[in-house]
Nanobody, 118 residues
Framework: QVRLQESGPGLVKPSQTLSLTCTVS??????????WSWIRQPPGKGLEWIGY???????YYSPSLKSRTSISRETSKNQFTLELSSVTPEDTALYYC??????????WGQGTQVTVSS
């Protein structure tokens, strides 16, 4: 059974960098041909896809967040990490990591709340 678990600070100050890690169990993040995504949901709004890192290490980001986003991985730990720089209160959201394949996004992590506030 594949499981994903997000971790990271729940409070980030404006202008700082948000950093979250997703730890995967039950599958390898290098398994062909899956993509490992970050998705967020601001309060009262819909889901927003942030970006992914692929099984072979390629990355692709949402155009609206590309300039501030970096996704990397640590294969020895079976983890991938999101960094979002220069955060503002508009980046406050529930952040999820998820596995993406032919069947869409599944499974998802339980999500972690990040609040941007001074």
């Amino acid at each position: 059974q594949v499981r994903l678990q997000e971790s990271g600070p729940g409070l980030v100050k404006p202008s700082q960098t948000l950093s979250l890690t997703c730890t995967v169990s039950g599958d390898s993040i290098t398994s062909n041909y899956y993509y490992w995504s970050w998705i967020r949901q601001p309060p009262g709004k819909g889901l927003e896809w942030i970006g992914y890192i692929s099984y072979n290490g390629n990355t692709y980001y949402s155009p609206s967040l590309k300039s501030r986003t970096s996704i990397s991985r640590e294969t020895s730990k079976n983890q991938f990490t999101l960094e979002l720089s220069s955060v503002t209160p508009e980046d406050t959201a529930l952040y999820y990591c998820a596995k993406e394949g032919d069947q869409g996004f599944a499974p998802w992590g339980q999500g972690t709340q990040v609040t941007v506030s001074s």
